[in-house]
């Protein structure tokens, strides 16, 4: 697992809410353990701010009357190019057994010196209790936009999980506080026949190689603003296109499953 980006803040990537043997961690935290959910594609939202998907307003209407943009469009990227902007479609879309699923189980470590990288090596934490998230992203049916040709070596290299966070926590010195949003963002590993598939230490990738004070506390809650996964650009030549560019799939679930690139057409 390769930590591709930070961004936006100084803490914690992800955690559910744990006990503490502070005296603090005074704000109605309750133990959550467990989140999983499936993933849908990301489509245009309604209005539309993308010049070039003829939905910037309402255009249509449900049976009930609620304003609606037509039709459905997988969402561009926005790319600057020179001096000028352009807008990339996505390469890839899901074939008809296509499904993503994310899962992240959290707990209180009594000993966090004990925590060990995915190679074995020790991380070099102090002998207290911390708080610990194991990531995990299953993937299956992702395709070319030709229907048929699934993601497969380094040519599809680039995929990119992104989750951003509210997180509540009790700091060792300032106390209990909540920080601005954070959001991190990962880098795959390279798909193989149509799946992508991976698994993480929260700590080993995050908190860790970023410096953000080493690990949680025990005491740790966090609202799960928005997980995403990004494609890349899309390779020619059999080298891997810019990573991270397009919102291929965001946390969801649906009806009735369709194959389709999503143009609307």
């Known amino acids: 697992m390769r930590r591709f980006v930070l961004p936006l803040m100084t803490v914690a990537l992800i955690g559910f809410a744990a006990g503490s043997a502070s005296a603090q961690c005074d704000f109605n935290a309750r133990k959550s353990q467990r989140f999983q959910s499936g993933m849908i594609r990301t489509f245009v939202g309604c209005p539309s701010s993308w010049p070039l998907t003829l939905v910037k307003h309402p255009n249509n209407a449900t049976s009930t009357g609620l304003p609606a943009c037509s039709p459905v469009i997988a969402k561009p990227a926005q790319v600057f190019v020179w001096r000028y902007y352009y807008y990339s479609y996505p390469e890839y879309e899901f074939n008809d057994n296509g499904a993503c699923t994310v899962k992240i189980t959290g707990k209180v470590l009594t000993d966090c010196s004990k925590l060990r990288s995915s190679d074995g090596a020790s991380l070099g934490l102090p002998p207290q209790p911390c708080y610990d998230n194991t990531i995990q992203l299953k993937c299956k049916g992702i395709v070319h936009r030709d229907g048929t040709t699934l993601i497969d070596g380094t040519r599809d290299d680039g995929w990119v999980l992104a989750i951003q966070t509210k997180v509540s926590l009790n700091d060792s010195v300032s106390g209990d506080m909540t920080p601005v949003p954070a959001r991190v963002e990962y880098l795959l590993p390279t798909p193989k026949k149509g799946r992508i598939k991976a698994k993480f230490s929260a700590t080993e990738q995050s908190?860790?190689?970023?410096?953000?004070?080493?690990?949680?506390?025990?005491?740790?809650?966090?609202?799960?603003?928005?997980?995403?996964?990004?494609?890349?650009?899309?390779?020619?030549?059999?080298?891997?296109?810019?990573?991270?560019?397009?919102?291929?799939?965001?946390?969801?679930?649906?009806?009735?499953?369709?194959?389709?690139?999503?143009f609307g057409s």
Do not use: W, Y
């Open 207 to 262: 908190v860790v190689p970023l410096g953000l004070g080493a690990m949680l506390p025990p005491c740790t809650v966090t609202a799960i603003l928005s997980i995403r996964l990004k494609s890349p650009a899309g390779g020619v030549d059999g080298t891997a296109g810019e990573p991270g560019i397009h919102q291929f799939a965001e946390l969801g679930n649906s009806g009735e499953k369709r194959p389709g690139f999503g």
